[in-house]
């Protein structure tokens, strides 16, 4: 199939996307709880550290800077094993001494979590970015931007259950809709559903 396409990458992964075995889902029945080599139900991972630190760079509209690579250069891009951020080794980037897989330290721990909720990483891009300030100067209505940060960080739309939720914070005596709105930005991109592959 690769080959027929004419070696298309985007079709190689819409094609993977699209299939069942990607798209099955984490809850386990009896037929597949104890199952963990044939793929009979998905398994929860979290990002690697370069990629997290890409999409989080994307949805909130910030660039990075790594030496040796020019600015707005992604994580990912990064060759030098030596060339690293806090973020990355905190998050278990690869120092890339081999070619094994096995330097990648994938388990979440505490540094990390401390580092997502207290670090600079995530409040600086929230801000830095000014996707909260430029939908607001859109006119668009609180609402609206829960709906797009959600699309924007999750794909999908909050449920009305969450909508409610978040929509009784909005107008808080005190605090201003921008506060509000880039706070709930932190918590979304701060969510298991944003950190972890499922």
């Known amino acids: 199939r690769f080959?027929?396409?004419?070696?298309?990458?985007k079709q190689l992964v819409r094609d993977i996307a699209n299939s069942r075995t990607y798209q099955r889902s984490v809850q386990s029945n009896d037929s597949n709880k104890d199952d963990t080599l044939n793929f009979a139900k998905a398994s929860i991972r979290r990002v690697r550290a370069e990629v997290l630190l890409d999409?989080?760079?994307q949805v909130t509209e910030t660039q990075n800077k790594f030496r040796g690579l020019p600015n707005g250069a992604?994580?990912?891009e990064i060759v030098?094993?030596?060339?690293?951020?806090?973020f990355l080794t905190t998050f278990g980037r690869a120092t890339r001494d081999t070619v094994c897989s096995c330097e990648v330290?994938?388990?979440?721990?505490?540094?990390?979590?401390?580092?997502?909720?207290?670090?600079?990483?995530?409040?600086?891009?929230?801000?830095?970015?000014?996707?909260?300030?430029?939908a607001l100067a859109a006119k668009k209505t609180p609402s609206q931007v829960i709906d797009e940060l959600?699309?924007?960080?999750?794909?999908?739309?909050?449920s009305a259950k969450e909508k409610a939720k978040l929509m009784a914070f909005v107008g808080?005596?005190?605090?201003?809709?921008?506060?509000?709105?880039?706070?709930?930005?932190?918590?979304?991109?701060n969510s298991k559903e944003f950190i972890f592959n499922h």
């Open 80 to 86: 030098d094993g030596r060339t690293s951020t806090f």
């Open 105 to 134: 330290a994938l388990e979440p721990n505490l540094s990390q979590a401390l580092h997502l909720l207290n670090g600079s990483t995530v409040n600086a891009k929230c801000t830095q970015g000014g996707v909260v300030t430029k």
């Open 172 to 189: 808080e005596e005190g605090r201003s809709d921008a506060d509000v709105l880039n706070d709930m930005f932190w918590a979304i991109l």
């Open 150 to 158: 959600y699309m924007r960080c999750l794909a999908r739309k909050p």
């Open 74 to 76: 992604s994580a990912v």
């Open 3 to 9: 080959s027929k396409s004419g070696y298309d990458f």
């Open 55 to 57: 999409i989080i760079s």
